[in-house]
């Protein structure tokens, strides 16, 4: 059986406004506002500024209602 290296490994990102880079291979990241792991070919969503990933819609809604709370 081929094993791709890191395959169960949590990736490093980093996000830019229309597309990612993969620092470090890995098979997902984890949701910045629910520490959901996401995999990769499921990433829909993310922010360039914050240099995170959300799981849905509603995540990005959650992360956005505690950064107004909190200001």
Same mark, same amino acid.
């Given at each position: 059986m081929?094993?791709t290296?890191?395959?169960? /490994?949590? =990736? !490093? !990102?980093e @996000? %830019?406004?229309?597309? @990612? $880079? +993969? +620092? $470090?291979q890995g098979?997902f990241v984890?949701?910045?506002?629910?520490?959901?792991?996401i995999p !990769?070919?499921?990433l829909? @969503?993310?922010s360039?500024? $914050?240099?995170? =990933?959300y /799981?849905d819609?509603? =995540?990005? !809604?959650m992360r956005l209602?505690?950064? %107004?709370?909190? %200001?």
């Amino acid at each position: 059986m081929l094993r791709t290296p890191n395959a169960g /490994a949590e =990736a !490093l !990102l980093e @996000y %830019s406004d229309c597309d @990612y $880079r +993969i +620092i $470090r291979q890995g098979h997902f990241v984890r949701c910045g506002a629910t520490g959901k792991p996401i995999p !990769l070919d499921d990433l829909r @969503y993310w922010s360039a500024e $914050r240099q995170e =990933a959300y /799981a849905d819609p509603e =995540a990005v !809604l959650m992360r956005l209602r505690a950064e %107004s709370k909190a %200001s």
